[in-house]
């Protein structure tokens, strides 16, 4: 598929190292991945749990209440518009930000292993206190320890899976990570559904099977392998040498051996990781960057999946409306990542991201003109139209699935130097904490106000962020990590300008070292 635009030309591919994709790999990779297997359990348990009539009548009797006595037929979703709710679900994004900085000292300076163990040890502490809760303090402190949890494993994983990985299967593997949390959100609800006829303990089984994810991280974390990239960037040598041999399936690594020595040299140089990533070089990247997070949750994703369930009520399903509508898209969402795995090093990231902004945009408007002209007021929408919806709606998600859900942890991940990787990650999810924490607090007052025209505010960001796509975003398949400055930024139409002029790097103590790309010391 040709390339639209003229902005970003598709990369042709640094040097191909000699590697052999190798069980070994793949089984290291599945079980790092299962980081997002618990971040999603987390996401997908979280609206559940929420929403159970014992949990809110324990921990939130206003809540329950106010849940219980609005009855409102013009606009029904305006009784969960409460601020208290959205509140004690937002706010604990914000937990994520300090712990992400935390993360990044550690992937840097103990390694990306470490991290994802301590990660693994939040989740299992925090899914204790929740399953124990007896008041309302036990039961923030628990998600306290999950948001934590949550900041460790997305600042290590997609920086693990990115290193570790083949060149010409980074994007694949890379996207266990989001293949694992449409898995664990797609768990996540059926457990849900199940949990909430047990009477008065449900939600206690639902947020502790928690365990079982969170179990599995802790435990891989142990036993998988250290990236080369950071063993060598942390100076041991040798043991780097070993590990990339044993990834790569061959003894013939001196090549890329010496890349990531030279690469680890510069990043050994920079003394503030923060201060360098604002710098005109390393500008692009930053920009990529938070750009990808904020246009990932303002892609209108919260709207779909919120009235999903309405949706199947009106096609006669009645009380079992919320199981068919989590299976249902939470199967197209899993299936369309698996997609996205076998798709991504193929096509690239620019085609993903464009055809399914055009996916997107349509089924968005189409929904919303149907809503728009087929509910009045007192009245339900006709079978007829809620299935055109329906079938949106997965258009949708399969969208969304194969292209922004799982785009946004890659591309940083892949395109930051070694010398601002880690600190470039914690940018990652720091910025996709603090707007996820907007969309969640802002959510259902938007929707309460915008009814179905909420889906129109979003199919015109899904515009915005595609334009943004087709002339900044650079294509990154297919070239090795640390050649991307070279390969990449110098060759698009606009960030050129900020790197060309690059081959210096001034440190804050106002020490210059060379550039990876040219390898010599001035």
Known sequence: MPTLGFAAPVGTGGEEFEARITTYVIITCIMAASGGLMFG???????????????????????????????????????????????????????????????SYTTRVWGRKPTMLIAGIFFVIGVVLNAAAQDLVMLIIGRIMLVCAVGFANQAVPL????????????????????????????????????????PWGWRLSLGIAGIPALLLTVGS?????????????GLLEEGKVVLRKIRGTNNVDLEFNELVEASRIAASVKHPFRNLLKRRNRPHLIITVCLQFFQQFTGINAIMFYAPVLFQTLGFKNDASLYS??????????????????????????????????????????????????????????????VIVLMVCTFVSAFAWSWGPLEWLIPSETFPLETRSAGQSVTVCVNLVFTFVIAQAFLSMLCHFKYGIFLFFAAWVLIMSTFVLFLLPETKNVPIEEMTE????????????????????DEDGDTYANQDNGKHV
Not at 222 to 234: D, K
């Open 41 to 103: 359990y987390d996401v997908g348990i979280s609206g559940g749990v929420t929403s159970m009539n014992d949990l809110l009548k324990k921990f939130f009797p206003v809540v329950y209440r106010k849940k219980n006595e609005i009855q409102d037929n013009n606009n029904p979703y305006c009784k969960y518009d409460n601020q208290g709710l959205q509140l004690f679900t937002s706010s604990l994004y914000l937990a994520g930000l300090i712990a992400t900085f935390f993360a």
């Open 160 to 199: 693990f899976l990115s290193e570790i990985a083949p060149t010409r299967i980074r994007g694949g593997l890379n996207i266990l990570f989001q293949l694992n949390v449409t898995i664990g959100i797609l768990f996540a609800n059926l457990v849900n559904y199940g949990t909430e006829k047990i009477r």
């Open 222 to 234: 142990i036993f998988i392998v250290e990236t080369p990239n950071s063993l060598i960037e942390r």
């Open 326 to 387: 989590s299976v249902i898209t939470g199967a197209v969402n899993v299936l369309s990542t698996i997609v996205s795995i076998y798709s991504v090093d193929k096509v690239g990231r620019r085609v993903l991201l464009l055809e399914a902004g055009l996916q997107m945009f349509v089924s968005q408007v189409i929904i919303a003109i149907l809503l728009g002209t087929g509910m009045k007021e007192d009245e339900e929408l006709s079978k007829g139209i809620a299935i």
């Open 487 to 506: 390969k990449v930024w110098k060759q698009h139409w606009l960030w050129k300008n900020y790197v060309r002029d690059s081959d210096l790097i001034d």
